[in-house]
């Protein structure tokens, strides 16, 4: 019940593309929804967060679209060269103590 | 611009040996963590502490310990190191307002021989 499922393992797409990463979890108890981006040779840093309140989440050419029902969430990238990077979804709630159960994460590589 | 900030980037030790691995955040952070990233695996979680002298076990404590004797440091002990745990491990920090909010390290790439 405390897993997060996070697909594809590797993604490859063309500039101009957009790509689309996908989360689901389990447990209904989970209220906050974080996205990390990892940069070769860096930790990873919060790139954008929803809670279960709203649908969707936009800031700036990120977009996390977040389907309460289906306890899915994705994250979609109006992408650049620049966003190649790992990415990692996770969730937390008041029965995992507020700490983040992560996603196995999802390597992007936007070709130019 | 607040810091994580892990002493050694890249470590190479032998079998057997006892490995410490250094964090220490500027932020005034309550909440420590260490994870360990393997590829396809995600992050895992170590050990986290609360507060000084605190400490809680993780998902994968085995073959781990910590300490943490001041706000802003904590350390990853590998009492005595195995090819197994090579890896890359991460150190994050979060207040105690946002405590699922991390902020990491760069990492510490660690490969035991």
């Known amino acids: 019940q405390q897993q997060v499922k996070q697909s594809p393992q590797s993604l490859i797409v063309q500039k101009g593309g957009i790509p689309i990463i996908n989360c689901a979890y389990e447990?209904?108890?989970?209220?906050?929804f974080p996205w990390y981006q990892q940069f070769p040779g860096k930790g990873p840093a919060l790139l954008i967060a929803i809670r279960p309140d709203v649908s969707e989440k936009k800031e700036g050419r990120f977009t996390i679209s977040f389907n309460k029902s289906a306890k899915q969430f994705s994250l979609h990238i109006m992408d650049q060269p620049g966003d190649s990077a790992t990415y990692f979804c996770a969730a937390s709630g008041w029965d995992s103590n507020y700490q983040l159960i992560w996603g196995a994460g999802t390597k992007l590589i936007i070709k130019p | 611009d607040v810091k994580v900030t892990q002493s050694s980037r890249y470590l190479v030790k032998r079998t057997g040996e006892k490995v410490f691995l250094e964090c220490v955040q500027d932020?005034?952070?309550?909440?420590m963590f260490w994870y360990r990233q393997d590829p396809g695996l995600g992050l895992r979680l170590i050990y986290f502490s609360y507060d000084v002298k605190m400490k809680e076990k993780g998902d994968i404590p085995e073959g781990y310990s910590v300490s943490r004797e001041k706000k802003e440091r904590f350390s990853l002990i590998l009492e005595s190191a195995s090819t197994n745990q090579t890896s890359m491990y991460l150190c994050?920090?979060?207040?105690?307002?946002?405590?699922?909010?991390?902020?990491f390290g760069a990492g510490s790439r660690l490969t035991v021989l």
């Open positions: 447990n209904t108890a989970f209220d906050y």
């Open positions: 994050a920090s979060s207040p105690p307002s946002g405590a699922n909010v991390l902020t």
């Open positions: 932020m005034d952070h309550e909440n």
